[in-house]
T-cell receptor, first 113, second 114 residues
Framework: DAMVIQNPRYQVTQFGKPVTLSCSQTLNHNVMYWYQQKSSQAPKLLFHYYDKDFNNEADTPDNFQSRRPNTSFCFLDIRSPGLGDAAMYLC????????????FGDGTRLSIL | DQQVKQNSPSLSVQEGRISILNCDYTNSMFDYFLWYKKYPAEGPTFLISISSIKDKNEDGRFTVFLNKSAKHLSLHIVPSQPGDSAVYFCAAKVGGGSQGNLIFGKGTKLSVKP
C-alpha cells in the first residue's frame, strides 16, 4: 500500500543536541509538509516543499530546518532542541497544493531530556 | 487567534445514534474544508471534504454540512459505531498555492459507547 512512513516513531534527545526526523512516501506526491503538534493543540505547519521549492512559515523558529533530497524523502532537523520543542512531529504529503487532501504519517514523538 | 475552532473538546454518543461534530471558522476566504480522524498513536486520516461551492457532501455514514453565512460546518456520523471513537479534526484552507495551507482546529474526542 502506498503510504507515508515516519522514522523513528519515538525519539529521545538531550537538550541542545541536534536531532533529525525522517519521512518517506510511496505516493509520489510532489508536496511534503512538516507539522508540530503539542498536547491538545491543533497541528501547526512548520514548512513545506513543493517539489524542491522550500516554503517556510513566518513563525517557524530558525532552530528548525528541512531537507528534501528527492521526491520520496524529507527530513526535519532541529539544530538545538529546547524543552519547548518536545512534541509530536507529523509529516504529510499531497498531490499539488490545490483542493487536495493531505495524507499523514503516524508521527514521531520527540522527548527532550 | 484561532481561525478554526472546535468548541467541544469531547462528545459521547451511544452506538447506533447520530454523532454531530461542529466546527466554526472566522476567515471568510476559506474555500475548502476537511475532516480528519485520528486514533491514538496514529497520524490523522483523511475522512471527507467539502468545497465552498457546495453545502453538503456525503460518503457512506459520513456527511459534512457547510453553512457559509454562519461560517460553520458539521460532520454527521450515522449510525455511530464503537470503531468511530477517535479525535476528529476540522481543517480549512484558502485556495491553492503556498498561501493555501491547512489550518486545523484543536479537535473533538468522540467516544461511542456500545
Amino acid at each position: 500500500d502506498a503510504m507515508v512512513i515516519q522514522n523513528p516513531r519515538y525519539q529521545v534527545t538531550q537538550f541542545g543536541k541536534p536531532v533529525t526526523l525522517s519521512c518517506s512516501q510511496t505516493l509520489n506526491h510532489n508536496v511534503m509538509y512538516w507539522y508540530q503538534q503539542k498536547s491538545s493543540q491543533a497541528p501547526k505547519l512548520l514548512f513545506h516543499y513543493y517539489d524542491k521549492d522550500f516554503n517556510n512559515e513566518a513563525d517557524t523558529p530558525d532552530n528548525f530546518q528541512s531537507r528534501r533530497p528527492n521526491t520520496s524523502f524529507c527530513f526535519l532537523d532541529i539544530r538545538s532542541p529546547g524543552l519547548g520543542d518536545a512534541a509530536m512531529y507529523l509529516c504529510a504529503t499531497s498531490l499539488g497544493r490545490g483542493n487536495q487532501p493531505q495524507h499523514f504519517g503516524d508521527g514521531t514523538r520527540l522527548s527532550i531530556l | 487567534d484561532q481561525q478554526v475552532k472546535q468548541n467541544s473538546p469531547s462528545l459521547s454518543v451511544q452506538e447506533g445514534r447520530i454523532s454531530i461534530l461542529n466546527c466554526d471558522y472566522t476567515n471568510s476566504m476559506f474555500d475548502y474544508f476537511l475532516w480528519y480522524k485520528k486514533y491514538p498513536a496514529e497520524g490523522p486520516t483523511f475522512l471527507i471534504s467539502i468545497s465552498s461551492i457546495k453545502d453538503k457532501n456525503e460518503d457512506g455514514r459520513f456527511t459534512v454540512f457547510l453553512n457559509k453565512s454562519a461560517k460553520h460546518l458539521s460532520l454527521h456520523i450515522v449510525p455511530s459505531q464503537p470503531g468511530d471513537s477517535a479525535v476528529y479534526f476540522c481543517a480549512a484552507k484558502v485556495g491553492g498555492g503556498s498561501q493555501g495551507n491547512l489550518i486545523f482546529g484543536k479537535g473533538t474526542k468522540l467516544s461511542v459507547k456500545p
